[in-house]
């Protein structure tokens, strides 16, 4: 009985200091900012009028179009590029592959702060010859970011479960390997790709150095960006800034709670 | 009939003999473009990267200087500090967090327990945060007239606000406070689904001989998860060794250098100081270096419990 009431008590605790800061962020968003630094903690009346203030001082609307743009263009093409590799790896097992395979595992033990400077040249440098893939462009943040060991991994565990008899009847049927993969791979492995697609999203939507790094002009600012320039002003408006987190906030909290099923489901895959 | 089946073998035959040869081909051509990728963007510039550390100088102008850099980081009392701030992260973190996230999975686990969809998501949820906008809350949650000062005087634990964010001690203990928030329910997730298939008789069985829930914890349950368990702290050592987003937005590496850490400075030499590419370079293969070596240490202490 005490045992029981221990867990209760903790759990409950653990959860309260869990989402207090997310309650206090929402709150916080519908208050005046003298009302945010008195430490009120009741829903307030002022949303509308923060949203417009942060309408007026930032330019929240281009962000979340470029943070938009980024997040789906990595997210298709890091499922694509990843998946036909765990494919590949996979139905088409060679030792010398496992080889390469493991090669490519190294590559998650590279911290990205000991890629960006080398990345950072790279980059200046094919500013010279191709300006709009250089420095300062979406096609910069997204290209280095694209490939992963760890999803072309997660593809390659979730497909050591995929049935391969039924390729053999695809290629009766006349399809080609190509075909096999996108008439028949893909559509079966629909729980593969949601997960992954949540894991790529939210980690492309969130990404703060990499685009600190390259990204220059104030027009190609991502969310992240603007709320770290919004948080480190020296006269905060608390009303606005919790505004613009919130709205920042939820793309990703939506995308994780329509999939949250498929998530978990996906992150067990990948431990098995 | 018999003759179209023998003519089904040796088409099948056939098709299997050519494929193989096919296979090679385009099981290659089906991984092509991510190797291409990696070696591109990670393989490649961790090559430029050795190159450039050991070269000196600021901007394009570098002059070769050989090992001098690496000398150069033993002498230098910024990048020590930041070590020593990564490492006490490391070290203090870590360890909470893995432990916490432990005990609430197996409180989870309960079979009788109920809410239990509840507690998760909820303690899930500052995972769907991003470090960031996180960042920014736990700042000003902090702020010497943050919430947090005060309930504390609230409830009269302290007499006066304490300078989470300006005194080198409590700031390190409100970055630490902030990336626990942020990673236990994270890993909370693998612990519960690995949890799901432990064989509940081996508990029953404990249970049975008067084990302590303490001595099953650490005797049972902490064993059967070791594999996750070295997993997570692998990942959350190397997450921590680069760590970057979160003190750039609470307290931007200060009071003095008092929080910065290794990948902060590396931003710094680079981007914020006069650039000095060559040595950042070479800041930054002390952080491999770094990992490797946590790593081996990690891999050796689980492979020393199962003797």
Redesign the interface.
Known sequence: MIKKIFSYSFLTIVSIVSIFPFLWMIVSATNKSVDVTKGRLLPGGHFVENFKNLLDTVDIIPALINSGKISVITTVLSLLIASLAGYGFEVYKSKAKDMVFNILLLSMMIPFAALMVPLFRMFGMISQSAPYIGIDTIAAVILPTVTTAFLIFFFRQSTKMFPKDILEAGRIDGLSELGCFFRIYVPTMKTTYAAAAIITFMASWNSYLWPLVVLQSPENQTVPLLISVLGSSYSPDFGVIMTAIVIATLPAAFIFFIMQKHFVAGMMGSVK | MIPARTNQDIQTAR?SRSLRT???T??????T???A??CL??????V??FI?SLQSGTGTNLTFVGFDNYIRLFKDPTFLTTVKNTVIYLIIQVPVMILLALF?SV??N?KT?KLKG??RT??F??C??????????????FGS?G?IN?FLLKISIISEPIQWLTDPFWAKIAIIAAIT?RWT?YNM??YL??LQNVDQSIYEAAKMDGAS?IQTFFKITVPMLKP?IL?TSITST?GT??L??EV??IT?GGPGNATMT??QY??NL??KYTPD?GY??TV??A??IM??IF?IIQFKVAGDKND
């Open positions: 098709t096919k296979n090679t385009i099981g290659w051509s089906f991984i473009i991510a190797a990728m990696i963007f990670y393989f490649y510039p961790m430029q990267a450039l609430i409180l989870l309960d327990l509840v507690f909820a303690i949820l500052p769907v945060t991003s470090l960031v906008a996180y960042s920014v809350i736990f700042k000003y949650l007239d919430i005060l928030w329910g997730i693998f689904s690995a829930s996750i997993f190397i060794l680069q970057f987003d750039m937005n931007q290794i990948s590396i931003y680079s981007f590419f950042a370079a930054s293969y952080i491999v990992i490797v790593s």
